[in-house]
């Protein structure tokens, strides 16, 4: 997003209008994370919460849209840390707790380390009695169009396994949802879908990553972020989840249904 260079202001409308003309979606995010590296952090966050307010608020499909590029480019890997944190001091200094949290990359560890250990062990059966495959026979079986072995390897924990399944143009949504919610997970294995293009925005899938406890607490905050504003207060009052979590679904619920000033 070229033009949003320090002396080009930039606004919700601005941005809605050049996204829009960005029909790939990766490219969308790519072009924010330029833009949060050469625009002004407060107005950015400023029109960030704008087009929050407009996606939950008035149902805009741009909005809405944006707004998925937008939680994708907050936690993007390519992001500076220096653009992250001026963001994250920009809307934490305006008292928009909610967009600063977009910015947290760090996610305390909720997986036991012999847990994740063994899910990470090299050789895995894919049956309880069958013989231990290597994780390169598994990583080759994950390119098949077989149903039957399909749905032996989406029990395979392993993310390098299910990131080349996330790319299997024979899986389907209903089994990206059995992963999301498998337990136990491994925490960099839900990372990986949070941030696919294709799966990441399924409203099912996104459900069962915010509500599995493996899912890095960074990406569940960017995910509820999206939700409908009727989920917000129900995920607000769930105790199995993590109370930061809660709390920012319940700040966000309070924002998106406070009556406008006049």
């Known amino acids: 997003m070229t033009s949003t260079c320090h002396n080009v202001p930039v606004g919700p409308d601005h941005i809605l209008q050049r996204l829009k003309a960005i029909r790939d979606a990766r490219m969308r995010v790519l072009a924010l994370v330029e833009g949060f590296g050469q625009g002004d952090p407060a107005t ?3 029109a960030l919460e704008a087009i929050v307010s407009r996606s939950h608020r008035m149902d805009d499909p741009d909005a ?14 390519g992001l500076a840390y220096e653009t992250r944190k001026q963001m994250y001091v920009a809307a934490s200094e305006r008292g928009m707790t909610a967009i600063a949290r977009l910015f947290l990359s760090a996610s ?14 090299p050789e895995r059966p894919l049956k309880p009695r069958g013989r231990p495959l290597t994780l390169g026979e ?6 098949t169009h077989r149903r039957e072995q399909l749905l032996l390897l989406i029990r395979d924990p392993h993310p390098d396994v299910i990131g080349i399944l996330l790319e299997n143009p024979h899986v389907t949504e209903a089994e990206i949802v059995r992963i999301s919610a498998s337990r136990p ?8 879908i949070a941030a696919h293009p294709r799966w990441s925005v399924r409203h099912a899938v996104k459900r069962s990553l915010v509500l599995n406890p ?17 989920e917000l207060a ?20 309070a924002a998106m249904t406070r009556r406008p000033q006049a």
């Open 44 to 46: 950015w966050v400023e």
């Open 64 to 77: 809405l849209e944006a707004l998925e590029a937008i939680t994708h480019a907050a936690g993007d890997p």
């Open 108 to 121: 305390p560890t909720v997986v036991p380390e012999a847990q994740l250990k063994k899910q990470l062990a």
């Open 138 to 143: 598994r990583k080759a079986l994950a390119r």
């Open 185 to 192: 997970a491994v925490p960099e294995t839900l990372a990986k």
């Open 214 to 230: 493996a899912t890095p607490l960074a990406d569940a905050i960017r995910i509820v972020t999206t939700l409908r504003t009727a």
């Open 234 to 253: 129900e995920l607000a009052q769930d105790p199995s989840l993590p109370e930061a979590l809660r709390r920012h679904a319940a700040e966000l619920h």
